[in-house]
């Protein structure tokens, strides 16, 4: 195979795997800081009892998440430097800073609070405690910020200038806020919600279907299925946005997603088809006359540029086609899953019990929907770049290495195999956690009384000593 076909596929394995925990952590940090407040605004035990409860089951959930990140992150920048030594040489002094700005902020603040959120409840102070989940919830958010500056730079570049071949920053305010950043962030943040909505009703479901989690699960169902049902209303109408902002800076991606090759007024939307890339036309089309055209330019007769009009730069059709339809029609199945599961679950008067059991195994079973629609998201974002790595400027072919075809196979095999297997443990843990019974009302985790809030719980002394 092509070396230059096979880095891509390493590096798209090894960013499949990596957004994954990112999309979770991302969002679950703010549900965290939510389950701590519901915690200390509760004016009941039990109450109280079950957000605790809550809270440490997500906390260990959050934990598992934000260490996998950490770790397929780390190894994905190495590859800018094995399979795309180019890209630095080019655009290291845009990429570079803002790589930089990511870990200096983001992370350290992460890192710094991390432990006291998941060690300190019970050893420090509700309020520091509170601050800390805060500042973790915030460090998360912050680097995906910088993370998707720098991608939405590559997708629409400005505020540089080219000396000698290197882009130097002529603006910074231009390079960040550029003009594709403000949705793209936004549809990501939306995105994380949406996961970990669907993460969250998930187990909750799970856990009741196991008859585990009795005194949290209930509320963390209710969280998780309002998350849902109000955030996709919010990211269809950011997801308008987006296309829009990529009709107007990238119209090759979206005569690519839409399957268009010649320019058309009124352009119909394909519900099904396929691309014919040789002959350049779709075969076995299903579509609705005019609709793409009034979707993306909302108008009827508004017109869409074809593929044939940008000759060879233009992003491969048949995979930017159908994971564009992966991602759409899974957020339809998550908007009707949302709505019928709130509507049902306010219909049962907020009690579990009465809660069918064919809507909970339905819910469990919906419960990494977030991953397949956020992957494919992100295989639209990426592959509809091609064959640029910076948007009309910088061609991928020219940033690559010159490791053989051979390294490049094997290294992508072992990290398939190895990204394989770390999934399969993740949701292993995360099942297994789900499966635990819950502790009981007086007692933490370790099924010990619960200290008072700010103190340290004393250690028996050993027997014989002297008090």
Known sequence: ???????????????????????????????????????????TPPLRHAWLNAYRFWTKVFALTFALGVVSGITMSFQFGTNWPGFMETVGNIAGPLLAYEVLTAFFLEAGFLGVMLFGHGKVGERIHLMSTFFVAFGTTLSAFWILALNSWMQTPQGYEIIHGEFHVQSWLAIIFNPSFPYRFCHMLLASALTCAFLLAGLSAWQLLKGTGQLSAPKVLRVGLTLAAVAIPLQIVIGDMHGLNTLEHQPQKIAAMEGVWETERGAPLLLF?????????????????????????????????????????HPPVLPLFFAFRVMVGMGVLMLAASWLGWWWYRCAGWQAQRLPRALLWGLAGMTFSGWIATVAGWYVTEIGRQPFIVYGLVRT???????????????????????????????????????????????????????????????????????
């Open 1 to 43: 195979m092509d070396p230059i076909l096979l880095a891509r596929m390493q590096f798209a394995a090894n960013i499949t795997f990596h957004i994954l925990f990112p999309t979770i952590s991302i969002g679950l940090g703010w549900l965290l800081l939510f389950f701590r407040w519901r915690y200390l605004k509760a004016d």
């Open 273 to 313: 088809a396929i691309p014919d890339a040789g002959a350049r036309t779709n075969r076995a089309a299903i579509g609705i006359p005019h609709l793409a055209s009034l979707i993306l330019t909302h108008r009827a007769d508004g017109e869409i540029r074809g593929l044939n009009s940008f000759g060879d730069a």
């Open 397 to 467: 072919a020219d940033v690559a290495s010159n490791v053989p075809a051979p390294h490049i196979a094997l290294t992508l095999a072992l990290f398939a195999t190895v990204y394989l297997a770390l999934i399969v443990a993740y949701v292993s843990v995360l099942k297994y956690l789900a499966e635990k019974p819950e502790a009981p009302p007086g007692a933490d985790h370790a099924g010990q009384p619960t200290p008072a809030c700010g103190t340290i719980a004393a250690r028996p002394l050993p027997a014989g000593s002297q008090p």
